[in-house]
């Protein structure tokens, strides 16, 4: 069974880099067809897509984060990473990893990481 | 404010049916690209209920329904339950932003 588990700092200091890791087990990360996400849910709000990533390299980010974040992928470790630069209280939410299945007409997510959550103060 | 627009709630009795609509525009449901539906109880992680405008994972009871229609979907659950208190989001592509959005997500009472 696929399990997806966050780690990293629940605490960032204003201006810092969030770093984020999402560990994959029972399955590849390689897997054929399947990619690799971030998304994050701010306290009492809704879900937002950050970022996707295959396992090649290929790389997608949401327009209003594009700037300060970057995703990416170690296969030996079957881990993919987020990385969120000068963050703010904005920044403050969940952030959960999600295998995402992708096709021509859609891009779906169907096992969920629990979350992290990651608070950014002064 | 949400891509994919839904109603900040719903409410029903058990045993009544509801609908939850998510309403987009010609990037995104108009556009072609399917729908999917999330369920998030509450503390808990978002689960996916529904994929591909009317799919549903093996576990997730015939009492959820989905549909899409123009620019459209909407998410039906008949026979209310207390248990189906929750959260639910709607979920799509969108060719302008090149990428996932999310409605803004209803909140299910259940009286």
């Known amino acids: 069974q696929l399990q997806l588990q966050e780690s990293g700092p629940g605490l960032v200091k204003t201006s810092e880099t969030l770093s984020l890791t999402c560990t994959v087990s029972g399955g590849s990360i390689s897997s054929r067809g399947y990619y690799w996400a971030w998304i994050r849910q701010p306290p009492g709000k809704g879900l937002e897509w950050i970022a996707t990533i295959y396992h090649s390299g290929s790389t997608y980010y949401t327009p209003s984060l594009k700037s300060r974040v970057t995703i990416s992928v170690d296969t030996p470790k079957n881990q993919f990473s987020l990385k969120l630069t000068s963050v703010t209280a904005g920044d403050t939410a969940v952030y959960h990893c999600?295998?995402?299945?992708?096709?021509?007409?859609?891009?779906?997510?169907?096992?969920w990481g629990r979350g992290t959550l990651v608070s950014v103060s002064s | 404010q949400s891509v994919l627009t839904q109603p900040p709630s719903v409410s029903g009795a058990p045993g009544q049916r509801v609908t939850i609509s998510c309403t987009g525009s010609?990037?995104?449901?108009?556009?072609?690209?399917?729908v999917h539906w999330y369920q998030q109880l509450p503390g808990t992680t978002p689960k996916l209920l529904i994929y591909v405008n009317s799919n549903r994972p093996s576990g997730v009871p015939d009492r959820f329904a989905g549909s899409k229609s123009g620019t459209s979907a909407s998410l039906a659950i008949s026979g209310l339950q207390a248990e189906d208190e929750a959260d639910y989001y709607c979920?799509?592509?969108?060719?302008?932003?090149?990428?996932?959005?999310f409605g803004g997500g209803t909140k299910l009472t259940v009286l």
């Open positions: 979920q799509s592509y969108d060719s302008s932003l090149s990428g996932s959005v």
């Open positions: 999600a295998r995402q299945v992708v096709s021509s007409t859609f891009w779906y997510f169907d096992v």
């Open positions: 010609s990037s995104n449901i108009g556009a072609g690209y399917d």
